[in-house]
């Protein structure tokens, strides 16, 4: 999707995490994702709405779901 689609998609990756907490499948799910969230962050064409919903999600979900300490 594009833009008001990828944002809302940033907002409910971050509920699922949130969910699943620092589980097998709560990592899993986070580094499956990673790629995809970074992509979108780093696209200049994204919208801002969607840039900012996924450095929320990438955020949250690496201080929660994400074991590897670096």
């Not at 620092?22 to 840039?51: M, Q």
């Amino acid at each position: 999707g594009k833009g008001e689609e990828q944002a809302l998609s940033g907002t409910v990756l971050t509920l699922l995490c949130l969910q699943m907490g620092s589980s097998p499948e709560g990592e899993e799910l986070f580094h499956s994702l990673k790629p995809l969230l970074i992509s979108v962050l780093t696209d200049s064409t994204a919208s801002p709405g969607a840039r900012q919903s996924c450095a929320t999600a990438l955020g949250i979900c690496c201080y929660i779901a994400a074991a590897d300490l670096e």
